[in-house]
């Protein structure tokens, strides 16, 4: 029976199998191929000319690269980014994860507290920067005048300098805390309960089986959601847009925000491309940090 | 019996502890809204009054009614949710029909197919944006809909929902479809007829993932539509933000009324909701 069924997989309906099955991915293959190899193919050669607006362009070799390299904005702005990851990441991790230990926990009304948490992962990026830009705002924000409650001048946030990115910062640990929140939740209802309490029977105290049954057990998950939301960082736009257009003098200039700026304000096109794919191999070497580390962690989990 | 007394009071302890700071945080999250809502329905130079007024001492309603004065507010609106709308039909059909071959249909070249749009979903939307830009423009097609309804769907967006639906796909017991086959069903009844019904679940996380992905797009829309009438919300908001200055009861009467529907929503359906988006988990 089952050879019969193998032998007529040869005959026609294998040819059928490949009709049906480029009929079927066609679509999706076509317009990718349109819309995002294309222009991925047509962006590396952008970026390696001088590509005005109005006008030819013309082919210019690794000139803007190195152009980038002397770029003293580009290298304030690239700090910027790594200050902006470098604040916001531990932050949210450490927040996400003792938010998914206490939610894990069964006591009642815990859905309320995780819906209310989450609801900023739900509303709009754009919404919540403008809430905040109004929540941080000098003589009007609440903040401000929660401060002046206890006699305190509250400063300038978004106008100050050095005060600017950590607003930047904290708003957004705020918009997304709630996802890594719910993915640390999943992670730890994964954990086996037999390990918690083989633990207990060994007589081990809350925190020595957090710290050698529950994190052991979710790292894999921490370091996916670290990575995740490292390359999430790097990318940072809306929320700067929205509340500093990268001031006050540069102070909040992200690497994304500079290519808009360089390809759709100033149009210089091709070197905005040439700044899009330095954040392209930032953010490829990463992912295949992740994928390698994700490999050695599925051996290891067989093996033990 | 000490100890258990005492067991039990640090238990209690810890579970005031627990209550304290998740209140807290809970309160930091909720604020934010609360404040909007209380602004909305202020008057101009009660929102500059010192100390701050969580209940307006008089509601001023017309606030909202001016902001449609101010900006295209309905058309926003409208915009979002019908090219959301049609970002979710799109991706969803064309990623459940891929995601199908390539959990079950063996066809020559499917496994490089399948990785080449794999390794695809790390590219950065802000490398392929500016070809795209000029690409739009050559076609006449900067300041229309039609690339923020085309892009999301054959972009990263589709690709991780081919993912996610062959994933699905791929969990499905063999013998239905090799029975459907035996009766002499076409590839394409089968995906209709037995597949989709069976992937109901797979289809509304992804169709959540998508709406909520798209609902919130700003990159996009900040560079192809120029025209005010033809913006989205996050779009108009953003742009609006700009002009209020400090009338800030203007713009938290828009605000609210983008943000509550969606709320609502969230409310309703919330396990699906949370599900659908911690799928982003997945994504990178």
């Not at chain 1, 390299?69 to 902006?84: A, C, K, R």
């Not at chain 1, 050698?212 to 996916?224: D, K, R, S, W, Y």
């Not at chain 1, 954040?279 to 093996?303: A, G």
């Amino acid at each position: 029976m089952s050879d019969k069924r193998k032998k007529r997989m040869r005959g026609p309906l294998a040819r059928e199998a490949q009709i049906y099955g480029w009929l079927f991915v066609s679509p999706m293959v076509l317009g990718f191929t349109l819309l995002l190899l294309f222009p991925m193919g047509l962006a590396l050669y952008m970026s390696f000319t001088d590509w005005p607006l109005l006008g030819s362009h013309s082919y210019i070799g690794i000139d803007n690269y190195r152009d980038i390299m002397g770029d003293s904005l580009f290298w304030q702005v690239l700090g910027n980014t790594v200050y902006f990851t470098v604040g916001l990441v531990p932050l949210n991790i450490v927040l996400a994860l003792l938010l998914a230990l206490l939610l894990s926990r069964s006591m009642r009304g815990i859905g309320l507290f995780r819906t209310a948490i989450f609801v900023p992962v739900m509303t709009s990026l754009v919404v919540w920067s403008i809430v905040w830009k109004y929540m941080f705002a000098t003589d009007s924000g609440l903040i401000n005048q929660l401060l002046a409650v206890f006699n305190i001048n509250g400063p300038a946030w978004l106008y100050d300098t050095k005060l600017a990115m950590p607003a930047v910062i904290v708003t957004s640990v705020l918009k997304n805390v709630g996802l890594n929140m719910v993915l640390f939740i999943a992670a730890l209802q994964q954990v086996p309960a037999s390990l918690y309490e083989a633990a207990k029977l060994d007589g081990a105290s809350r925190t020595k089986s957090f710290f050698n049954v529950t994190l052991p057990m979710i790292t894999p998950t921490i370091f996916l959601t670290v990575v995740m939301t490292v390359i999430g960082s790097l990318k940072v736009f809306g929320q700067i847009f929205v509340m500093t257009q990268g001031g006050p003098s540069n102070s909040t200039k992200v690497l994304v925000y500079y290519i808009w700026e360089k390809a759709f304000k100033l149009f210089q096109l091709g070197y905005a491309s040439s700044l899009a794919f330095v954040l392209f191999f930032v953010v490829l070497v990463l992912t295949l940090v992740q994928w390698q580390l994700r490999k050695r962690w599925v051996f290891n989990e067989s093996d033990a | 019996m000490k100890a258990t007394h005492n067991g039990s009071l640090r238990k209690s302890l810890g579970t005031a502890g627990t209550y304290t700071v998740l209140g807290l945080i809970s309160l930091v999250m909720m604020v934010p809204f609360l404040w909007m809502i209380s602004t909305s329905f202020k008057e101009p130079q009660q929102v500059f009054k010192y100390p701050p007024q969580l209940i307006p001492s008089t509601f001023r309603f017309q606030n909202y009614a001016e902001v449609f004065d101010r900006i295209p507010f309905q058309w926003f609106y409208f915009n979002s949710v019908y090219i959301a709308a049609l970002v979710v039909g799109g991706t969803v059909l064309f990623a459940s029909l891929a995601g199908y071959a390539f959990a079950r249909i063996p066809f020559a070249g499917r496994n490089a197919v399948f990785l080449i749009l794999l390794s695809a979903m790390m590219i950065p939307h802000e490398v392929t944006a500016i070809p795209m830009f000029l690409f739009m423009r050559e076609i006449g097609w900067i300041d229309t809909h039609l690339p923020l309804i085309l892009l999301p769907i054959f972009g990263a967006g589709g690709v991780f929902g081919i993912f996610v639906m062959r994933q699905f796909f791929i969990t499905v017991p063999k013998e239905l479809e090799e029975a459907a086959m035996i009766d002499g069903c076409s590839r394409l009844r089968i995906y209709g007829q037995i597949m989709l019904p069976i992937a109901k679940p797979g289809l509304a996380t992804l169709t959540i993932f998508t709406f909520v992905t798209n609902w919130n797009e700003f990159f996009d829309p900040l560079i192809f539509i120029n025209t005010r009438s033809l913006m989205t919300l996050p779009l108009g908001l953003s742009l609006f933000t700009d002009e209020v200055g400090t009338a800030w009861h203007h713009l938290m009467s828009a605000t609210v009324m983008a943000t509550v529907p969606l709320l609502i929503i969230f409310f309703l359906a919330q396990r699906q909701f949370i599900e659908g988006v911690a799928m982003t988990g997945l994504k990178e």
